[in-house]
């Protein structure tokens, strides 16, 4: 299996553009989770589907980000307009069973973004 | 707020010994705790998973332990190797939310 994809692996734009992350999951996992890590703040859940379905956003920090998962093999995470703050690695994992986290979650390379 | 600590300074253990990372937690209870393991520029990969009513959990050198009462894990990596430097997350949850630590930077010296 070839794990869980990202793309792109590093991003760097200028602020006020348009970010798109993408995410293709274990084959077989119904559960896609997308993460922010950052020195000072940590891993910090964004949001999670089960079966495609967005079950809990409470993490995205505003209505810059927006999340979708149109099918079980891929999702994407966006932002616009993108701002320096927003700077950080976004890391997409993946679980069977999901939905709460207390299943093992197998994590993508992850994207580092930069914004200028 | 929910707060999860983590040895913020790097811990240097000599190769051979055993090493030993504390997770500390508040204002929360969680249900079950993990623990991951992740290299530079690579994401966090899954350890061990201990229950709330589960006292220690062994797999090969690595071991867990969960006291509720004084909402600390610890986990240890006996006979360490510096195949083991790595940073090491605890992720306490219960429900449906995950918090992860910020993480203990761990290297084994030889």
């Known amino acids: 299996d070839a794990g869980v994809i990202q793309s792109p692996r590093h991003e760097v734009t200028e602020m006020g553009q348009e970010v798109t992350l993408r995410c293709k999951p274990i084959s077989g996992h119904n559960s896609l989770f997308w993460y922010r890590q950052t020195m000072m703040r940590g891993l910090e859940l964004l949001i999670y589907f089960n079966n495609n379905v967005p079950i809990d956003d409470s993490g995205m920090p505003e209505d810059r980000f927006s999340a979708k998962m149109p099918n079980a093999s891929f999702s994407t995470l966006k932002i616009q307009p993108s701002e320096p703050r927003d700077s950080a690695v976004y890391f997409c994992a993946s679980s069977l069973m999901g939905g709460p986290p207390k299943d093992t979650q197998y994590f993508g390379p992850g994207t580092r973004l930069t914004v200028l | 707020s929910q707060k999860i600590e983590q040895n913020s300074e790097a811990l240097n253990i000599q190769e051979g010994k055993t090493a030993t990372l504390t997770c500390n937690y508040t204002?929360?209870?969680?249900?079950?705790l993990q623990w991951y393991r992740q290299d530079p520029g690579r994401g966090p990969v899954f350890l061990l998973l201990i229950r709330e009513n589960e006292k220690e959990k062994r797999k090969e050198r690595l071991k867990v332990t969960f006291d509720t009462t004084l909402k600390q894990s610890l986990f240890h990596i006996t006979a360490s190797q510096p195949a083991d430097s790595a940073t090491y997350l605890c992720a306490p949850n219960r429900d449906d939310k995950i918090i992860f630590g910020k993480g203990t930077r761990l290297h084994i010296l030889p």
């Open positions: 204002n929360y209870s969680p249900a079950y």
